[in-house]
Structures are given as structure tokens and as C-alpha cells.
């Protein structure tokens, strides 16, 4: 079957470091305590810039490194839970930002699995020729909906983009397999509803700010994502008639590195096989993989015919992996 493969790719961070120091002025917190717990040292914040600014930086590189123009996309694909506003969607803002006009233009709504679903669907359509290039992109400005005075979740979160272009393979190499699935039983772990038809704004109390903020329960996703991050992965494993054995790398979702270090015990890869940003981005949600993979393929850590395992998880619950021949 015909299958999409990895063009090019782009990320992009903000200027601006909030580091762990900065949030010990912030919260009850302390620099040990989020490197020990989480892995963060710093995370890149938004001063000014929407998420469909970083989206247009990441998708430009991604597509300079794909030797392509917008012209020449047919299906954009924006992962986020923090869009510019609610419609039109990011994914058609940015196609405007990027003058282009004739191609499909959809946000993908799967907190931090967004890629990877994204990714499913771009190779999906790719595969019954209904799209010959897509671009994907993650980009989340986490930032606007984090409430600083919750030293639960506020230490976690970065903003951030990353765009992967695919276009039709016609040799081994790309989308092997990706494999999506949610579990809404669990929604109510990590939500933000305020202000929206749940909670219409014109319902929100005066003490009900905190409702436009995330709201988390770390602890308990915790649990889920680390069992959702490894069977996820053995499902796209077993459909791309692969062994844990025949991975090179994976890139896992960057949420805490206790998270990342079970998932790599579970695939037995030695440490320089999983590939790790979190100390520098925080968790970026939608953006944390295609972010990571732009800057593996950059420094190199990843080369042609690599296998590479990507997995997540994330509010929904939602959670997916993929394998990819590079
Ligand atoms: N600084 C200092 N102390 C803290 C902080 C902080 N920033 N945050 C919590 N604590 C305290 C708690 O209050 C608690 O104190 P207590 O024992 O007196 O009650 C103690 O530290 C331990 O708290 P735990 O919740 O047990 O800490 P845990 O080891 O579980 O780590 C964490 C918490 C980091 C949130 C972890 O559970 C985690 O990473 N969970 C996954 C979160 C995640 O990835 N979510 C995805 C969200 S993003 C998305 O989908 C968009």
C-alpha cells in the first residue's frame, strides 16, 4: 500500500526562557524539586506570539528542508489544544499565512497525541491518493491557559512548534505504521473547560477564572500514559511487522523523564536511543515529537534506514505511536 515519507521537517522555539529559578519567584517550588520529579530545568514561553506564529516558522522550515513551496501541500494539518481561536481553525490561518489556497485545512484536537493523529490521517489520505503531500504540524502556546499559582502543572508546560512534511514513497522507507486510540472515560483527568459551552463565559463566577486554566491530575495520568506509551507502541509495532528489537531510536512524547525512562526500560534501548529535550522545552504538548525528530534528523542522531518509534499520550485520554523507516 502506498504510504507517506518524512520529506522534511521544522521547528521553532521562542525567544524567551522561563527557567526553574524564575519559577521558584513565581510558586512554592524549587529548582531540585522540578529536576528531580520532572526533568525541566527551562521551558520556551510565548510573549506575544499566537500559536499560529510558531506553526508558520516551524512549517516554513519544514518546508525549505522538503525543497517545497506551499503550493505544492495539499492537506495542512495543525495539532493543538491551544488555537488561535476557536474557528477558522489554526490550520486555516496558517494556510493563509503561507498564500496558499488550494489544499484541505483541519486542526486536529488530541492534546499531546495530536501528532501522531495527525500524522495517522496525513498518511491515511496519502495512502488512498487523495493527498500526494501533507504537512503536519504540532504547535501549542500551553502558556496562555497555564495558571501560575498551581505549582502542580505550571512547572511542566512550554510552548513550541514542529512540522513534518510527508510525501509518497515509493521504495521502503517511511510511515510503516501509526495505531490512535482514546480512552474519553478518562477526560475528566485533564481538561480545561471554562468559557466554553460547558461552562459558557456569561455562566464563569468571579471565582471561577481558574476554570480558562488546565486543570490536571498528574498522579493519575502518570499511570495511564506510561501503560497507554508502551502498548501503543507494541500495537504499531506489530503492524509494521517489527520487533522492539529492530528499533533504532524512539521518540517519545516529552512529559516527565520518569515517564520517558519507564518507556525505555520497557523497549531496552540504552539511553543515547531515546531521544530527550524535555530538560531544555518543558512539555510542549502537541509539539514535543515533531520538535524532537526536527532536531534529531538536524544533529544527526537519526540517518537513512534508521527504525524510528514515536508514542504518546495525552488529555482525552488519547494516546498513538507510530514507526517510521527514515
Ligand atoms: N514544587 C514543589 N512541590 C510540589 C510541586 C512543585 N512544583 N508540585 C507538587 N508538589 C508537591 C505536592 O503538593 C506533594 O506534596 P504533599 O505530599 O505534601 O501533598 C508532593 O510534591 C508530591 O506530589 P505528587 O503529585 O505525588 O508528585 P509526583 O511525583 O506524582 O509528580 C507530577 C507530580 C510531576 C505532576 C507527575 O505526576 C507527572 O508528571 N504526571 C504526568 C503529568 C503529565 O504529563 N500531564 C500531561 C499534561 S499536558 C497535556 O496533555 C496538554
Known sequence: MLKGKIAGTG???????????????????????????????????????????????AAERALESAKMTSDDIDLIIVATITPDMNFPSTACLLQDRLQTQNCMALDVSAACSGFIYGLHIANSLIATEEVHNAIIIGAETLTTITDYTDR????????????????????????????????????????????????????????????????????????????RMTSSLSKALEKAGKKLDDLDMVIPHQANIRIIEMVREFAKLRPDQVYVNLDRTGNTSAATIPVALDE????????????????????????GAGVIKI
Open 11 to 57: 521547528s521553532y522555539l521562542p525567544e524567551k526562557i522561563l527557567t526553574n529559578a524564575d519559577l521558584e519567584k513565581i510558586v512554592d517550588t524549587s529548582d531540585e524539586w522540578i529536576t528531580e520529579r520532572t526533568g525541566i530545568k527551562e521551558r520556551h514561553v510565548v510573549e506575544n506570539e499566537t500559536t499560529s506564529d510558531l506553526a508558520l516558522i
Open 152 to 227: 502542580n502543572t505550571c512547572v511542566l508546560l512550554g510552548d513550541g512548534a514542529g512540522a513534518v512534511v510527508l510525501t509518497p514513497s515509493k521504495t521502503d522507507q517511511g510511515i510503516l505504521s501509526t495505531f490512535c486510540g482514546a480512552d474519553g472515560s478518562k477526560g475528566e483527568l485533564l481538561k480545561r473547560h471554562g468559557g466554553l459551552s460547558r461552562q459558557p463565559i456569561y455562566k464563569l463566577g468571579p471565582y471561577d477564572f481558574h476554570n480558562v486554566f488546565m486543570y490536571m491530575d498528574g498522579k493519575a495520568i502518570f499511570k495511564s500514559a506510561v501503560q
Open 296 to 319: 534529531a534528523l538536524k544533529q544527526g542522531k537519526l540517518k537513512k534506514g534508521d527504525i524510528l518509534g514515536i508514542t504518546a499520550f495525552g488529555g482525552g485520554l488519547t494516546y
